[in-house]
């Protein structure tokens, strides 16, 4: 048995598998259960490290559930697949990464942050499936299995969000603010799934591509699919989940849901791109992208800039910086049918979108880190009530700074290199664009400025005086997210060059997608 | 909640067992017949509610324990993961069962057949171990609602 050749379901099924053990180790030893978590989840970490370099230096791979070989997509001269398949291509490893780092970090955090907490054993499990739910939306070749991957991820991340109990009511409230959401998105994409397994009797995404005929029902297909996975997402006009579910899950759960909701997104990249691809009126859904992107990235700041809930602020900023992914990716679309723009400054623009992803979330991540850790410490999410922290919380402090200095985009920090790709390559596009962009990250910088002010600085106050830094595991997660965000900072080129650009390029070609699975059809 | 009354409670006795065989048979019987572990367990599972409806939340505390259920809950989802992770030796979810001739091993017959157990590889075993998990899992969605209800009511008197 050749285990190397089971990486893309090893990755997914042995969190899974985790999942179902930690209950069982929560009855003899109640400690265990974060271990084997975090066990887990580093095993699946290090193999979504390898799946990288094996599908960088070789090529997308297909893993067929059930066959008699893990690669035998069209069995027995078959013209179409018909079994459940895992596709992993450079842009679904690109997002598995972001998943694999975000939920090990999240697991390390918990383990100390979540200690006082009751029904541990099903946090951790609740935890394990809401990674196994985003692993699945970013690998799957199958329509239908996304759609149930979606649903694992929701179902994990309500009960998540109001894990600090429903008595309390507000995280209840969030927690069934995000149930409507993501049923209504759920049973819209199930619809779209109909509407596709009427017309071409498959299911397979690459199978799917290679018929659409972009028919009208192909078009009301698109029109679910587009608004429910940018309600997923967190996008303005559809956002009013995100700010009462990112400020009252606890903080590594709320670092995972942004992941869960970059997961959507990369879903409905997923679907304009490898799906439709030419076949779609690629400027007018362009535009309806940089517009969702342009909105998101105004109203997130303009609303957090008023925020006094630390937590609440940094949501309105995951939503605005969302935004810039709209943007740069909206941008790419809008010239796809058009080569010349394309090269120009298409891809360019595409890269800062894609690449702007994995920064987000490793400096949002960062920051809801250290909110959590205030909180963990004071007791607090005010802002008013803060103050002079940065006396003795000296490593929180710090990764602070440099979580803010990467959102706000100055340099040497990830956020910048993003920014500045999608500023340069929107310019061309349509210089407006680029200078509200420009607006919003000045905007982001003067409301961690007042973050920094309020919670940090100032002499140090006497309900605060017991305050220590926070233990060395939490300190540890932090500081796995701050060194990737300064590695990033200082070496973009090498990270655009080898993980980001084969990302685009296999949004970008369809047929290189489909190739995967259809062989030379 | 409180108990029904004796003629209530008299039907209950009758068929609650009728009606978990039944649901075990659509469990057993899945890879055959329509329905399998989902089906069969839900069957199973409103047994358990009409368990509970009849004789009321505090006596039957006695036969249904939240503890127990979520213990075969697991059971069953640990023997699924496991049969997909066995089958990893070719491929995961592998039907390595399937024609083998052992257990469930006999090759299916093509056209008209009365129906042979002994046939569908690793899938009746899914069946079971799905089946395990659906019916503990509505015994403790049921269990929990009854508390939640005297939960309600115990809030609206004071």
């Known amino acids: 048995m050749n285990l190397s050749n089971h990486i893309p379901i090893l990755i997914v099924a042995i969190p899974l598998l985790a999942a179902f053990l930690v209950p069982l180790i929560g009855r003899i030893n109640k400690k265990a259960t974060g271990t084997l978590t975090t066990l887990a989840l580093s095993v699946s970490l290090i193999l979504t490290i390898t799946l990288a370099v094996k599908i960088l230096t070789v090529g997308p791979q297909a893993y067929v559930f059930g066959a008699t070989s893990p690669s035998l997509t069209l069995p027995s001269g078959l013209k179409f697949p018909i079994r459940i398949m895992f596709q992993i291509d450079a842009m679904g490893i690109f997002m598995g990464l972001i998943t694999a780092v975000v939920s090990f970090v999240g697991a390390v955090y918990s383990l100390v942050f979540m200690k006082q907490h009751s029904g541990l054993d099903k946090y951790y499990s609740l935890l394990l499936l809401l990674t196994v739910g985003m692993f699945g939306m970013e690998f799957t070749g199958d329509m239908f299995n996304f759609f149930v991957f979606l649903e694992i991820a929701s179902i994990a991340s309500v009960a998540l969000i109001s894990f600090r109990g429903i008595d309390l009511g507000e995280p209840a409230e969030a927690g069934f603010k995000y149930m409507v959401v993501s049923s209504i998105s759920a049973l819209m994409v199930l619809f779209a799934v109909g509407i596709f397994y009427g017309q071409y009797d498959i299911l397979n995404f690459a199978a799917i591509a290679s018929v659409i005929k972009y028919s009208q029902l192909d078009k009301i297909a698109l029109g679910l699919l587009i608004p429910v996975l940018a309600m997923k997402a967190g996008a303005v006009p559809m956002h009013m989940w995100t700010p009462d579910a990112y400020s009252e899950a606890p903080a590594p759960i709320t670092m995972m849901l942004v992941a869960t909701s970059q997961a959507s997104l990369y879903a409905l990249f997923r679907v304009v791109f490898s799906l439709y691809n030419i076949s779609l009126n690629a400027l007018t859904v362009g535009w309806i992208i940089i517009i969702f992107g342009l909105l998101s990235m105004f109203i997130g700041v303009t609303m957090a800039i008023i925020q006094k809930d630390i937590k609440r602020l940094m949501a309105y900023h995951a939503v605005s910086q969302t935004g810039y992914m709209f943007l740069g990716v909206g941008v790419g679309l809008a010239v796809l049918a058009n080569p010349v723009a394309l090269n120009q400054y298409g891809i360019t623009a595409m890269e800062g979108g894609i690449f702007h992803i994995m920064n987000h979330a490793m400096y949002k991540g960062l920051l809801f880190l250290t909110a959590g850790a205030l909180f963990f410490r004071t007791g607090t999410k005010n802002l008013d009530k803060m103050g002079g922290l940065a006396h003795s919380m000296k490593y929180t402090t710090i990764f602070f700074i440099i979580g803010a200095a990467a959102i706000a985009g100055l340099p040497p920090f990830n956020g910048f290199a993003s920014k500045l790709l999608i500023y340069e390559s929107v310019y061309k596009f349509n210089p407006l664009l680029s200078i509200i962009a420009m607006v919003v990250s000045i905007l982001t910088l003067a409301s961690f400025v007042k973050v920094f002010h309020s919670a940090f600085l100032g002499p140090k106050l006497p309900q605060f005086k017991e305050v220590k830094e926070v233990p060395r595991s939490m300190v540890f997660a932090m500081a796995v997210l701050s060194c990737i965000i300064i590695f990033f900072g200082l070496f973009p080129d090498l990270i655009v060059k080898n993980l980001v650009h084969p990302a685009v390029m296999s949004l970008i070609e369809q047929l290189q997608y489909t190739g995967t699975v259809l062989g030379g059809m | ?158």
């Open chain 2, 1 to 158: 909640m409180k108990e029904m009354s004796r003629i209530v409670k008299t039907v209950t006795n009758f068929v609650y067992g009728f009606i978990v065989i039944f649901g075990f048979y659509i469990i057993a019987h899945g890879h055959l017949t329509p329905g399998g572990g989902f089906q069969g367990g839900a069957v199973v599972g409103s047994a358990f509610a009409l368990l509970l409806v009849s004789y009321g939340s505090l006596n039957s505390g006695k036969f249904l324990k939240k503890d127990i259920f979520s213990l075969f809950e697991n059971f069953g989802l640990i023997l699924f993961i496991v049969l997909g992770f066995s089958g990893l030796g070719i491929t995961f979810f592998y039907n390595f069962l399937a024609n083998s001739g052992g257990w469930f091993g006999d090759a299916a017959v093509i056209g008209v057949n009365p129906g042979d157990m002994n046939t569908g590889g690793v899938i009746p075993l899914m069946n079971i171990a799905v089946g395990l998990e659906v019916l503990s899992a509505f015994g403790v969605i049921v269990l929990t609602m009854a508390s939640g209800a005297e939960f309600t009511k115990k809030k609206e008197r004071s």
